[in-house]
């Protein structure tokens, strides 16, 4: 009975190895300072590509897994809106045990170049960042696609806001401040 | 002897049990820009904040024409606090809230509104240095922000670093 008390003992410490407290995941930095990077669209010719947006981060955490860029068509109250999208994005179940909701994230939430999430990767920041670890960074980020894989739609007006996420500890930010981008080219 | 035993190889489990490394408290204000593209007097400024803390203070402005990189400013900051407490070595490079005064945070939290709900856009005009002198932007300032909690003897890490002169605002890295 002993013994088996003392392997419970040492499951539970090594489970808890290496895995962020709470108060650790309350720390993640929030990204901020979001704004047009130059017009806010990438042109071809008169024709609009991208939005083009940049923002400030700095997120040294060890269970930091990237940015989500939240998109949505432009409502009345972007930045409530927007936040409600990412308060809705973390399911917490009855038993304590927390999941993702794939309904905000094939709606609201853009994806990377490998069409997952988070929509800025460790790798995206590292390979484009170097410094990124070590002061905040300006980040600029181009949004070509709808979270759900379908172009932009010209002349209409968007609200964006971003996250830092951590995936291992299933806990987001609060969204950066949130802005407003029309998709054409003027 | 076994139960010490067990203990030892309790002891030893939680000593290897890095996990994180501890954060500091304060988020950092972050988007720091000139308001105008062609600087003028008095420079305006603005940056975004969300400071939670119960015990935040509020944000202060650290200004200099020698410290011309992040890792410079930060120097700064981290001659800040010193034994337990805040240090006046550096008064010069922080911008009093009263022209002429030695009083920190240069902006208290009292005079801000909504940065503990959310991402929050503060705006600021720099009128004086960190010496109460007149700002002259012939020459090249470099600005940093840091968020401080006084009760506690915190400050956050310095935010992006902006270099402003007559002719320009631009960011530092």
Redesign the interface.
Known sequence: MKKRF?LL??IV??S??????SE?LE?M???????KNQTGVVCSGTTPTALSIS????N????FSGYNVYIMTAGTDP?NEI?IQVQSHIIQASDGQSSFSTTVEDNYIVKNSYSQLPSVSLTYLESNYP?FYS????ITYNITQLPNSTSLNISTEYSIGVTAISLSGKIET????VITIQFSCQ | MKKILFLLILMSFFYSCKGTPPTNDLNIPMGLECTDTTPSLPLRIYFYGYNPEPDFSGYNIYISTTHSSWSSMQSLVDQHISNGGFSSSINNNIISSVQGGNTYPTIPSYSLSQVSAGAQKVEFQINYDGASNGLNLAVSYYIGITAIDLNNVLESKISNIIKVDSSSCTGVN
Not at chain 1, 55 to 58: C, D, H, I, T, V
């Open positions: 003392f003992c040492l410490i090594f808890s190895c290496g895995l962020p407290s650790e720390d930095n929030v990204p901020l300072g979001l704004s923002f400030y981060g700095y040294p955490e060890s269970f930045a936040k410094g002061q905040p960074t300006k609060l969204p950066s401040n």
